[in-house]
């Protein structure tokens, strides 16, 4: 690519074509000046902050490209779509803006020590031996249009945020009347009458003449056509084939032990309660019953009577507790004991230590394969771009995939193959982890061209030339008769248990039992045993329970299965029962529920306070459009 532009500027129109570019975005860019200077380019301000336009539109642009990936590169958004994604990207920002606003206010803070952890932690950052991976890491930024600083203020901002809106959540509680009331529906019980018309056991259809087949075979061409299919040259470069070219010392090895040392030991963690009250003398009362053998759930009634609350905090290390100023009392305190209170902006909190899980280290002889597993892919990292550029510009001077692959020592793979990645004998095609993205670009591509190389979200680079494309067509009567045939059969059958189930349906109507209809008719019924809104297992069809709580008693219906038709008809209902250990389960389901309303409230009251102002026109410049 850097070659053709090299060699396309030696022409004298395109450098006059390339002098009017520059001045275009010279202009563009010195907008102020060109329009008279001074304006303000933001989109909105949060307590008096202002939410700026390039933050905004960097925002949009990112949501834009995750739902370009989501769709597989297919996602083009008509206006109306983009202006509602600009209006949920600038109330995102508001909304986020108002958290951090009142979090600064009330002193919350996130240490480095936590941020790290975080990030060593988070899943959709650890390779597949379940540590961090800087692959990983590097991969996430450059999908997402960050740098490392920008990601880094982004999370501790979050994680800020998320100590704030953590504690209003924690305050929510379900009356224990809506629970019972509830749990009465969701224990409510019924019974039914089934009859199971199988497909086979429909009487065999008549020989089917040649016209009836002829016309099954065109009114049904979806079923007895081959896929299209495409053959094509493809050309993969990974992270791992640079890496595998990349050879470390161990004194390199040595070094980056020493840098990553905290990465290969485990955090002392411990299995801490913690209770909440916003009176010291509440707090020491509360610790005080928890030293004397106080279980949790009379500590939680305590701590709930004095205002505040309690929570099982599970197996954490310091960087999960939820505020620093917690940390070294929890840390210092040995297996069983209670904390003398802490106070925080949140109130005063006392912290009992259940058990200590030590900490462990790992010495460089134990780590060092893996060690130079992963600095090898750090640094092909940053040396796959480079070497991505010089294939670019292979492919830019029209040089064919199988010659790009020699000269630059990539994998080639030649295949004929239909959409869902087979080739004509049905064997699937190996295209590694990120085949979706792979086979989505064989059948976007046109016929004869090579497209450009491109990144997959796992890192791996590609280009892809179709040579030629079979298209889908129905194949001949003769070469699949027994098919037609067969499916002809199924249809015919089909039709006649659907009528019979229409008429068992039909009898019940007029006031007849489900089991007595159907056994007048040559079938057996047979009854369920008491069953839920939620049933699970293979007693009956569970698509079932939803239609048959909607019906009265003696009421019937039928729903279509894989094999046949099911006609059932309800025989009795049970109330649910409101009492015994399912209450407080739904209880604290409840509570949940009630924590993300609570939040959304919260979150509201807090945008209401920080006099937001959105500046008119906003989501027309973000989304690209004429104001």
């Known amino acids: 690519m850097l070659t053709a532009i090299r060699n396309s500027l030696n022409h ?29 380019r933001s989109v909105a301000t949060v307590a008096g902050e202002k939410v700026s336009l390039a933050e905004a539109t960097d925002a949009y642009q990112r949501e834009i490209s995750q739902l370009r990936r989501s769709f597989g590169g297919q996602f083009e958004p008509t206006e109306e779509v983009r202006r509602a994604i600009a209006e949920a990207t600038v109330a995102r920002l508001v909304a986020l803006r108002a958290i951090s606003a009142e979090a600064a206010q009330r002193g919350v803070v996130v240490t ?7 990030i060593l932690s988070a899943p959709g950052f650890q390779g597949p031996d379940g540590r961090f991976s800087r692959l990983q890491f590097d991969s996430f930024l450059r999908n997402n249009g960050l740098t490392e600083g920008r990601f880094l203020d982004l999370l501790r901002s979050d994680l800020a945020r998320q100590q704030l809106v953590g504690s209003v959540r924690a305050g929510a509680a379900a009356p224990q009347t809506l629970a019972r009331a509830v749990q009465a529906f969701h224990a409510e019980q019924r019974v039914a009458d089934l009859v199971e018309l199988p497909l086979m056991a429909a009487p065999a259809p008549p020989e089917p003449t040649e016209a009836q087949l002829a016309r099954f075979h065109e009114n049904n061409a979806d079923l007895f056509s081959a896929p299209e299919f495409r053959q094509f040259d493809l050309v993969l470069l990974s992270p791992e084939d640079v890496a595998r070219e990349i050879r470390l010392s161990d004194r390199e090895l040595r070094e980056a032990f020493e840098e990553r040392r905290a990465e290969f ?3 002392e963690r411990r299995r801490i309660a913690q209770a909440v009250v916003p009176d010291r003398e509440a707090a020491r009362a509360i610790a005080e019953a928890w030293r004397a053998g106080a ?27 939820p505020l620093p100023e917690l940390a070294d009392p929890a840390f210092a305190a040995s ?56 294939i670019e510009d292979s ?35 190996e295209l590694g982890p990120e085949a979706g993205e792979i086979i989505s670009a064989v059948f976007e591509s046109r016929i004869g061209e090579t497209t450009r190389l491109s990144e997959t979200r796992g890192g791996v680079f590609y280009a892809v030339h179709v040579g030629s494309v079979t298209p889908p067509a129905l194949r001949p009567l003769a070469e699949v008769e027994r098919e037609v045939r067969a499916a002809w059969e199924r249809a015919e059958r ?8 229409a008429a068992l349906i039909a009898e019940t109507r007029a006031g007849r039992p489900l089991d007595e209809v159907a056994r007048a008719a040559g079938w057996s019924p047979r009854r369920t045993e008491p069953f839920t809104r939620d049933v699970r297992g293979g007693a009956f069809p569970p698509q079932l329970a939803a239609a048959l709580f909607a019906l009265k008693r003696g009421e019937a219906t039928m729903i279509e299965t894989g094999s046949g038709f099911v006609v059932a008809a309800v025989a009795e209902i049970i109330p649910g029962a409101a009492e015994g250990p399912a209450i407080a389960a739904r209880q604290q389901e409840l509570a949940e529920a009630l924590a993300g309303d609570l939040e959304a409230q919260f979150v509201q009251a807090l945008r209401d306070r920080a006099d937001v102002r959105i500046v008119p026109g906003a989501t027309r410049l973000i989304a690209g459009d004429s104001p």
């Open 295 to 321: 279980d949790f759930a009379a500590i939680a009634a305590q701590a709930q009577a004095a205002g505040g609350s309690a929570i099982e905090l599970g197996l954490i290390d310091r960087s999960g507790l």
């Open 335 to 390: 297996a069983g004991a209670v904390t003398d209170p802490v106070q925080s902006p949140f109130g005063w909190h006392v912290l009992h230590v259940a058990a200590i899980e030590p900490g462990r280290e790992q010495g460089f002889e134990a780590v060092k394969d893996e060690l130079a597993r992963i600095v090898a892919l750090e640094r092909a990292a940053d040396l796959i771009y480079a070497r991505a550029n010089r």
């Open 12 to 40: 004298w129109i395109a450098k006059g074509l390339f002098l009017l570019l520059i001045v275009a975005f010279a202009v563009w860019g010195i907008e102020d000046f060109v329009r008279g200077g001074g304006a303000d």
């Open 494 to 501: 089909r039709r006649a248990m659907e009528e019979q189930a």
């Open 112 to 118: 480095d020590d936590a941020l790290r952890a975080t």
């Open 395 to 429: 492919i830019a001077e029209g040089i064919p995939l199988t010659e790009v692959a020699r000269r630059h020592e990539l994998r080639l793979i030649q295949a004929t193959m239909d959409a869902e990645g087979r080739d004509p004998d049905g064997n699937r095609i």
């Open 265 to 267: 030991a485990t955090p």
